[in-house]
């Protein structure tokens, strides 16, 4: 039988043991989103601390086809080598065919850059920009 000092330092290496598996789980990967069906998804939690996404993307309507465009800046001491696409959704959230592929786009330190395309066809309403490392 357990006297109160053991039963508490059990209680304490429990405690210790669950904070340590805790620790351990994956954190998210980073979301931002603007608006219904207009976003962007960054893969890696260490990769989306070295980006900053504007607030405001560009999506331009006027043609058949919608361009769209996310300026971004590299927050890191060092060149960044991204790949990133597109996935293009119908109005009722459907992805629409064909997939972009993937593109590389390179930061130097502090860098301002946009990450754009063009949709498909006319049935692109909405978009999820992904942003991944090129070469992990």
């Known amino acids: 039988m357990m006297n109160g000092r053991q039963l508490c330092w059990c209680a304490l290496l429990v405690g210790i043991a669950g904070l340590m598996t805790g620790c351990q789980s994956k954190p998210v990967p ?11 998804y960054v893969t890696t939690p260490d990769l989306a601390e070295l980006l900053r996404f504007s607030s405001s993307p560009m999506a331009d309507r006027s043609s058949a086809n919608m361009d769209v ?3 971004a800046q590299s927050l890191a001491g060092e060149r960044l080598i991204l790949d990133y696409h597109f996935v293009w959704y119908d109005e009722r959230g459907i992805e629409v065919p064909p997939a972009m ?7 130097e330190p502090g860098q301002m850059r946009q990450f754009s395309a063009t949709a498909p066809n006319a049935r692109a309403t909405g978009w999820r920009l992904e942003v991944r490392w090129a070469n992990r």
């Open 30 to 40: 980073q979301w931002v989103e603007y608006s219904p069906g207009e976003s962007v």
């Open 69 to 71: 465009a996310v300026p």
């Open 101 to 107: 592929g993937w593109r590389e786009m390179i930061f």
